[in-house]
């Protein structure tokens, strides 16, 4: 059964329409990369499978076990982030909120878990380091090690590479792909195409015309063609 | 001069004004730097004028205990003003103007027109820089700022981990099923409280001031948000320790020496800061 089914959903805000009709489901194993461009609704379509934001129409089912807390999310860094005053530590332990939601205080079992992700991430040795001091890859670590904090079955990623050296990008990229290999599904609004082809199962492009479907059916769409294509000439 | 202390403590006021200065210091510390990170300082100066409005009331009424009534007027506005603050930022930040200085304007009005003080100006400045009013509480008002100041800090303690959850990223809480709109609800409504408290010790022109200055200094040098939030707790409770001593002995206003001192501190602490980068 799907993790997250979206059926005929559309989406905006009071009475600009982004998107309409959208269909499409994760399931369990899946990494669905969302591409598109500015402006298409792929932060919109990620607020409202996170129920930040109401549909305006259609519906968002889970499924398969999946709770509405126990999806992780790496949203996209604040203003407010970049200059607060907080150890790693302190951040990954929040990612165990939902956790502890009827609770003040943290568990020995969410240390655990905190520990635990901490090192999936490679960041065990920053704990006691201040955020803000952090490089951005670093702090994207972070970030994904709250998000682990709060799930084991699905990852919902908005850019998660954005302002990163190509490099770090790359590890950020291999780092993720880890996951997806150890049984995560992962849901990731991209830029980089050749990236989303590379890594991901499944595509969704939206805008004027949507598509959903496998990389293989995506490569081999006239849609997917004509946008590869663009993104190899602008790289060129 | 010790000796001059010694005389001054024998008097029970000086001592309930040491007691409850040292507690409304605490609190509001405590939130200072949520405010700070959240961008709420603007309701809390907002809010400042508000009950300076809502004294005002209370003093034409002529109510005995007029924190009985300022005190829910301020809860009322912080929880009106989060929700105007939730659309368009210029329209929060228009409402906060709006309401704050129709609040400062009314309420001297409002003092002019009934009021049945012989020192009219005396009062609006006891109110807006609190003065002496510490020095002045009665027994009962001791007791309401002491229990509410405990209450402030047990739920602070309670609600630690969500509160900085809720600082730190309310998209990423929301997300997770916390109740983001609850936990701001209740920092509006535990900011009102240290106002109406806090107006007693400084007045309410320089509440913002005891709230966010020993935050501020506590960032300059304090990585942790545990260590920021102990530092600034300390901070404030030694500020205004030491600034109602020096008022006492030097006969300074209570209100503006404390924060003299919190001013002083964070100059220190970001010149430490400047020197270790």
């Not at chain 2, 900085?164 to 109740?179: H, K, L, P, W």
Request: charged letters at 15%; one cysteine or more; glycine letters at 8%.
């Amino acid at each position: 059964m799907a993790l997250i089914t979206c059926r005929s959903l559309s989406l905006g805000y009071e009475s600009h329409v982004i998107l309409e009709n959208l269909n499409f489901c994760v399931n369990p194993g899946d990494y669905l990369c969302i591409v598109g461009e500015n402006g298409s609704g792929k932060s919109t379509l990620m607020r409202t499978m996170l129920g930040l934001q109401k549909p305006l129409s259609g519906e968002i089912v889970l499924g398969d076990g999946l709770r509405e807390s126990e999806i992780g999310y790496l949203p996209q860094q604040t203003a407010v982030q970049r200059d607060f005053p907080a150890t790693v530590w302190e951040i990954v332990l929040s990612g165990c909120q939902s956790r502890a939601a009827k609770r003040p205080f943290y568990r020995r079992s969410d240390k655990a878990l905190v520990e635990e992700n901490m090192r999936r991430m490679g960041i065990e040795h920053f704990r006691k380091r201040c955020y803000r001091e952090l490089s951005g890859g670093q702090q994207q670590r972070v970030l994904l090690a709250r998000a682990l904090c709060a799930t084991r079955k699905l990852l919902l990623l908005d850019e998660p590479v954005t302002g990163l050296d190509p490099k770090v990008t790359a590890e950020m990229y291999a780092l993720i792909a880890n996951l997806h290999r150890e049984g995560v599904a992962v849901i990731m609004i991209a830029h980089d195409i050749a990236a989303s082809v590379r890594y991901a199962t499944h595509i969704l492009h939206i805008g004027a015309s949507v598509f959903y479907g496998t990389v293989g059916e995506y490569q081999n769409s006239a849609m997917g063609r004509k946008f590869l294509s663009l993104e190899g000439g602008d790289a060129a | 001069m010790i000796s001059t202390l010694q005389q001054y403590l024998q008097f029970p006021f000086v001592r309930y004004a040491l007691i409850v200065g040292t507690l409304i210091a605490l609190c509001s510390s405590l939130l200072g730097v949520t405010l700070v990170l959240k961008h709420f300082s603007f309701i809390g100066d907002g809010l400042s004028h508000v009950a300076f409005g809502a004294m005002t009331v209370a003093a034409v009424l002529q109510l005995s205990n007029d924190m009985l009534f300022v005190m829910p007027a301020t809860i009322l506005c912080a929880v009106l003003l989060l929700k105007a603050g939730k659309g368009a930022r210029i329209q929060g930040d228009a409402a906060v103007a709006m309401i704050s200085v129709g609040a400062l304007a009314i309420g001297y009005l409002l003092l002019n027109l009934f009021s049945t003080s012989s020192n009219l100006s005396g009062d609006v400045c006891s109110t807006l820089f609190g003065s002496t009013s510490i020095l002045t509480l009665t027994k009962e008002v001791v007791w309401l700022c002491a229990a509410l100041s405990v209450a402030v800090v047990v739920l602070f303690v309670l609600f630690y981990n969500k509160i900085f959850a809720v600082t730190f990223d309310e998209d990423f809480s929301r997300a997770v099923g916390t109740n983001v709109e609850g936990y701001n609800l209740l920092i509006a409504v535990v900011i009102a409280v240290i106002i109406v408290l806090a107006m007693n010790l400084v007045g309410s022109l320089l509440i913002s001031a005891l709230i966010i200055f020993p935050a501020l200094s506590a960032m300059r040098l304090f990585k942790s948000f545990k260590q920021v939030t102990l530092c600034s707790a300390v901070l404030s409770v030694a500020c205004a320790l030491g600034g109602m001593l020096i008022s006492i002995l030097a006969g300074t206003p209570v209100g503006s020496t404390i924060v003299a001192m919190d001013i002083a501190v964070f100059l220190l602490f970001s010149l430490i800061a400047r020197f270790r980068a």
